[in-house]
C-alpha cells in the first residue's frame, strides 16, 4: 500500500514540475508560435558537418560549438 502511495505522489509531483506558465492561447500561428518559443528550455547550438581524415581514412563528423 505504501508503494502504490509513494508512486502516485512521485506521478502528481512530476506532473506539477512539466506545468508550464502558459494558461491563455494565443489567436493566430505566429503568437503560438512565439510563445512556444519563449517558454521552450531548448536552445538551439550551431552544428556543421566536417570531414576529418586521419590514417585510417576519412569521415563526416557533426561538430557543435
Known amino acids: 500500500m505504501r508503494t502504490v502511495t509513494l508512486a502516485i505522489a512521485i506521478a502528481c509531483g512530476i ?11 494565443a489567436a493566430n500561428a505566429s503568437m503560438i508560435a ?23 581514412g576519412c569521415r563526416s563528423v557533426r561538430r557543435c560549438w
Open 15 to 25: 506532473g506539477l514540475i512539466g506545468v508550464s506558465g502558459a494558461w491563455a492561447a
Open 34 to 56: 512565439e510563445a512556444a518559443r519563449a517558454v521552450s528550455p531548448i536552445t538551439k547550438v550551431p552544428c556543421a558537418m566536417r570531414r576529418v581524415c586521419n590514417r585510417y
